[in-house]
């Protein structure tokens, strides 16, 4: 077996997979990075660390950052990169993200992309970067913004075009209400895809010159867009 795989109990049958090391997920808002880096998480076993949800979790507490990021998430703008930072530092060094993370939402700008690459490089046995960049048309981004429900408790998502609930309005798995993210209204949205033509997709053309990189087709079932970014893995840790 080599550096790179290891075996991994599936069901009663053991399979060799992959290590698969730092993931990014990139790509615009409502592409599916958070559906899909959860599907990523069930057939690795590595987490998901979504800035998104880290900073929406520091809101909900009402810590320093949670304040500072309230107002500018809620105008669809981006929060500083040195606290976003600074906040990635500290998951980082959580013992379950060893055999690889998945970055979902990070990095959004080139400085970010700048901190991650030089935190990598001088990491001992860290493997380098795969980024994997989703691909949606505008329209269908919009429906599935302004469509779409989470459940606050076990985060699962929804979108009332797409793939709505059985009961209108509540989570499948434990009958919690959905809700709908402040910030996922047409209009917000509009800021928020400005933010990342300017600032995001210079990071996506950054990760893409450097090779490891690859690009998924994000309009069909999550299934299919699941097994395209393992396939690309795969093939780019080789
Ligand atoms: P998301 O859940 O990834 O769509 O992120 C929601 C909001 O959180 C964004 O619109 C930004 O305001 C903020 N945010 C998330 N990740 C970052 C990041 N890497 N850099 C700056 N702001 C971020």
Redesign the pocket.
């Given at each position: 077996m080599s550096s790179s795989s290891v075996a991994v109990e599936s069901g009663r049958e053991a399979v060799s997979k992959t290590v698969p090391g730092p993931i990014l997920l990139l790509g615009a808002?409502g592409v599916g990075?958070?559906t899909q880096a959860k599907e990523l998480v069930k057939l690795w076993g590595i987490p998901q660390i979504?800035?998104?949800?880290l900073?929406?979790a520091n809101v909900a507490q009402g810590t320093q950052l949670g304040r500072v990021?309230k107002e500018?998430?809620g105008r669809?703008?981006?929060?500083?990169?040195s606290l976003?930072n600074e906040m990635v530092a500290v998951r980082l060094q959580q013992p379950d993200t060893a055999n690889g993370y998945i970055l979902?939402?990070?990095?959004?700008?080139l400085p970010?992309a700048g901190w991650l690459d030089g935190r990598l490089a001088s990491a001992t046995q860290a493997l380098p970067v795969i980024a994997v960049s989703i691909q949606v048309d505008y329209n269908q981004l919009l429906r599935r913004i302004t469509g779409r429900r989470n459940c606050p408790a076990c985060q699962r998502i929804y979108n009332v075009y797409g793939n709505p609930p059985q009961k209108d309005g509540f989570c499948d798995v434990d009958g919690t209400a959905l809700v709908q993210?402040a910030?996922d209204t047409e209009q917000i949205f509009a800021e928020?895809m400005r933010?990342y033509g300017a600032l995001t997709a210079p990071v996506v053309e950054h990760y893409r010159a450097l090779g490891r990189f690859a690009e998924v087709d994000g309009d069909r079932p999550i299934a299919a867009i699941a097994a395209g970014i393992v396939a690309a893995v795969e093939r780019l840790r080789k």
């Open positions: 808002p990075k958070g979504s800035t998104g949800d900073l929406r990021a500018i998430m669809g703008e981006l929060v500083p990169d976003v979902d939402g990070f990095p959004r700008t970010q993210r910030d928020r933010a």
